[in-house]
């Protein structure tokens, strides 16, 4: 998964516990991880549904990373067939994507503190992830090099190794060169390659990220749980009200299928309403004075 496919650091681990929370499972059950049927499959659904209450996401996240596994045992020969193969995923409940309002994000990018190396870091964080829409897992593989300061462009490796290249903006613009000619100098003690770093000098990781934003959030007053992927739908959402086509915001965002993209035309009720009363006739009655 790390070095084939190119999954996260974070994703990996996840996909781990999945796949142990399984096989302690089915070893509590006497059955050996090799030998498992289908009907075992459904018991473990049904005591996921039942006993454990997980959601629906959550369980198809489990049958996704065990469906995974067993096909990997199956190419190693280690079992006929993978029985994960016959179980459909559950019916997830469609989720419109959090996103921050402008006043919202404004408020968060005043937390940071710019006199300090970890200030101006955190501030970039929060330019970069929101100006450019990429991935945490992608913001955190960033090296010095993958950057244009002239062009403002920056080489993003996402995900299948794909690569891919983003733009940012005056804002995060102002705050990388502060960084890179400040703050940076004195956290990269190891001489790294990478953009982002943690305290000590080494490489920030997805998890050192999502740490990092629950803190600021804490500094303000906003009643809301942060994700790096709020960033990246804030974005998103934003450049849709603000007119940009569907299938440049799919490009931008690196999705594959527009598909991926089309979940943010039903936050855009703003901008219709915009068009709808500066555009149709009937919309609203002139003054007649």
């Not at 068009?275 to 149709?280: P, R």
């Amino acid at each position: 998964m790390k070095y084939e496919k190119n999954y996260s650091e974070y994703t990996v681990d996840n996909y781990g516990r999945d796949i142990f929370e399984f096989l302690d499972f089915i070893s509590s059950e006497g059955i050996d991880f090799l030998d498992v049927t289908y009907d075992e499959i459904r018991f473990y659904l049904m005591y996921l549904k039942d006993k454990r209450k997980d959601s629906n996401s959550s369980i198809d996240r489990k049958l996704s990373s065990l469906r995974g596994f067993y096909k990997f045992l199956a190419g190693k020969k280690k079992i006929s067939s993978n029985p994960f193969s016959l179980v459909n995923g559950l019916k997830k409940a469609k989720k419109l994507p959090r996103y921050f309002e402008y006043n919202e994000l404004e408020e968060l990018f005043e937390v940071p503190d710019l006199s300090t190396p970890l200030g101006q870091r955190d501030r970039l964080l929060l330019e970069a992830l929101y100006a450019t829409g990429v991935r945490v897992g992608e913001l955190v593989k960033i090296k010095v090099k993958d950057i244009d300061l002239s062009s403002r462009t920056i080489l993003i490796l996402g995900k299948g190794n794909k690569e891919r290249i983003v733009t940012y903006g005056d804002y995060c613009s102002e705050i990388l060169e502060q960084y890179l000619k400040d703050g940076y100098l004195e956290l990269n003690k190891k001489s790294s390659e990478y953009l982002f770093l943690n305290n000590n000098g080494g490489e920030l990781t997805e998890r050192g990220v999502r740490f990092i934003l629950d803190k600021i959030i804490e500094k303000t007053s906003l009643n809301k749980n942060i994700s790096p992927h709020m960033l990246r739908h804030s974005f998103a959402t934003h450049l849709l009200n603000e007119g940009c086509e569907l299938t440049t915001v799919q490009k931008l965002l690196g999705h594959e299928s527009i598909k991926a993209t089309q979940i943010y035309t039903h936050v855009t009720t703003d901008r219709l309403k915009e068009v709808y009363y500066n555009s149709f006739p009937r919309a609203k009655i002139d003054d007649k004075d």
